[in-house]
């Protein structure tokens, strides 16, 4: 074991401490600084996998933007030094068996996956190996590829790359933006949406009855 | 450090992420626990892009890292709307508990 690997396996046990903080964790804003903690071992992650633009969006928009929005939300709405009340046991050990069954099921595919991909990737070797010279399988092993950001930013505005939902992704964002605002702005959707049908029948009414008595009120 | 190290690291988060999602009352507890799948998701596909999958042998980084910042960016919309209705939410009822809002029962 190498010194990236240790690396890896100690950002690892890091990583999965912090998420159960994070869902165990009886002071919501405790919970919140350790989802931060997680996503950022998980931006490590990533720069250790090479994929430094992953890596860089991690940061700018989880810790920079919805962190900053969770920490907003949990001071406006809960206490600092507040405690939640924790689970009761039925509904512990339920969670318990969905995380098992989850862990199970996706533990096995990993291990699955994992092997077909070592299979496919000894398969190439030896393909290449009787194909070619070792410069393209010593290529192959390092991933010809790279995500460097300029061959991204290429990617992302190339027309038979990702052009369509880079712009779709935007017009996405600008949606959730305004329908935002419009949700958080005045006493919720739920409270305009429900009084100002019934002022408007009111008023309605109003009229009516105005009207009535109007008509009422004119022949003598 | 391998494609199934990273698979069942990700795995492991997404089950912690479901516990959290099934266990926790609060509204934004919730959300943060989903947060955690949502990341486990992510750690797959920059895995995946990294080593690549059983077809090619060798994964396609910039597709990976692409589809990454997608995931990131439809994320961001997502919070930015569940959390407007947090706080839309209490601002109308004082709390966040997610059993007592049943407004949506026939």
């Known amino acids: 074991m190498n010194v990236r690997d240790a690396f890896f396996y100690a950002l690892c046990a890091l990583l999965l401490g912090l998420a159960v903080l994070t869902v165990a964790a009886g002071n919501l804003f405790r919970a919140a600084l350790a989802l931060l903690g997680v996503l950022l071992c998980t931006a490590v992650l990533f720069l250790l996998l090479q994929a430094e633009m992953a890596a860089l969006a991690q940061v700018m928009v989880y810790i920079g933007g919805i962190m900053i929005f969770v920490l907003y939300a949990v001071l406006l709405t809960s206490e600092l030094g507040g405690r939640m009340p924790a689970p009761s046991p039925v509904k512990m050990l339920l969670g318990v068996a969905v995380a098992a069954v989850a862990l199970g099921f996706l533990a096995g595919l990993a291990q699955k996956t994992g092997a077909g991909a070592a299979a496919a990737r000894a398969r190439m070797h030896a393909e290449s190996a009787t194909k070619e010279s070792a410069a393209s399988s010593a290529d192959a092993e390092a991933g010809v590829n790279i995500a460097s950001l300029k061959t991204l930013g290429q990617k992302l505005l190339d027309p038979k790359g990702f052009l369509i939902p880079f712009e779709l992704i935007s017009v996405l964002l600008l949606a959730a933006m305004v329908g935002a605002i419009a949700v958080a702005r005045q006493g919720g959707a739920g409270v305009r949406g429900g009084s100002e049908p019934g002022a408007a029948a009111i008023s309605v009414k109003d009229q009516g009855g105005a009207g009535a008595a109007e008509s009422r009120g004119a022949p003598p | ?106």
């Open chain 2, 1 to 106: 450090m391998n494609l199934t190290a990273c698979l069942l690291l990700s795995a492991a988060l997404f089950s912690i992420g479901a516990y959290g999602l099934v266990t926790r009352r609060n509204m934004i507890a919730a959300l943060m626990s989903l947060e955690l799948m949502v990341n486990a998701a992510l750690i797959n596909f920059i895995a995946f892009a990294r080593f690549g999958g059983t077809h090619a042998g060798q994964g396609d980084a910039q597709a990976g890292s692409l589809f990454a910042l997608f995931a990131v960016a439809v994320t961001a919309a997502e919070m930015a709307l569940a959390l407007a209705i947090v706080v839309a939410v209490h601002r109308q009822r004082r709390h966040l508990d997610i059993r007592e809002l049943d407004g949506l029962h026939g």
